[in-house]
């Protein structure tokens, strides 16, 4: 059973334009949300993660939003870039620095120039 | 290297086969986990170490997956006769001391079962 749902499968976005990527979880535990980008042939890195005491959390072009009461997160790429083409994959813990991530499927992103 | 190192990159393996897949933490790092990653999915997790101590191993598919990290240090995944379904990538990460720090994935090894 997939613990954290994600979406868009694949997102192809214009050179400035803002990329956003939609994950659904159901386990009220959960409480820790990372983000983590991977490159072809590379492993997973953590980009920006959240707990939910937070709704928003903003690092550079990227925001995480988080809506505790609707069980949802998402990423915003602001000023999309073609280096930030990527799969992104979302995940939940149940505490910061927990053992165990769950992962979404992942976005394959692409940024046209 | 200063980063989490995986050995080896490619793996193909004939079904039956026995395979091992190496894992060098960050130096000092405590903590080293396991992932599973599927074609087209996310990783998923298999086993966490802490120093040599097995604390999890909750994820791992079946008894033919074993992981062992005798001296805290190297860890190694070994899957003794593969199976077509096996065939994932294989990545390893390490976390430092405290519990709140990032953990570091390597490049994982990507393993075909034929």
């Known amino acids: 059973q997939q613990q954290v749902k994600q979406s868009p499968q694949s997102l192809i976005v214009q050179k400035g334009g803002i990329s956003i990527i939609n994950c659904a979880y159901e386990?009220?535990?959960?409480?820790?949300f990372p983000w983590y980008q991977q490159f072809p042939g590379k492993g997973p890195a953590l980009l920006i993660a959240?707990?939910?005491?937070?709704s928003e959390k903003k690092e550079g072009r990227f925001t995480i939003s988080f809506n505790k009461s609707a069980k949802q997160f998402s990423l915003h790429i602001m000023d999309s870039q073609p280096g930030d083409s990527a799969t992104y994959f979302c995940?939940?813990?149940?505490?910061?620095?927990?053992?165990?991530?769950?992962f979404g499927t992942g976005t394959r992103l692409t940024v046209i120039p | 290297g200063a980063g989490v190192s995986q050995s080896p990159r490619y793996k193909v393996a004939k079904r039956g086969q026995d395979v091992a897949l190496r894992c060098d933490p960050i130096?000092?790092?405590?903590?080293l986990f396991w992932y599973q990653q599927a074609l087209g999915q996310g990783p998923e997790f298999l086993t966490y170490?802490?120093?040599?101590?097995?604390?999890?191993k909750s994820g791992l598919p079946s008894d033919r997956f074993f992981a062992e990290r005798p001296e805290g240090s190297v860890s190694t995944l070994k899957i003794q006769r593969t199976q077509q379904e096996d065939s994932a990538v294989y990545l390893c990460?390490?976390?430092?001391?405290?519990?709140?720090?990032?953990?570091?994935f390597g490049q994982g090894t990507r393993l075909t079962v034929v």
């Open positions: 990460a390490s976390r430092g001391r405290k519990m709140n720090t990032e953990a570091f």
């Open positions: 386990n009220t535990a959960f409480d820790y």
């Open positions: 959240i707990r939910p005491d937070v």
């Open positions: 995940a939940a813990a149940y505490q910061t620095g927990a053992n165990n991530l769950f």
């Open positions: 130096s000092g790092h405590v903590s």
């Open positions: 170490f802490q120093n040599e101590a097995q604390l999890d």
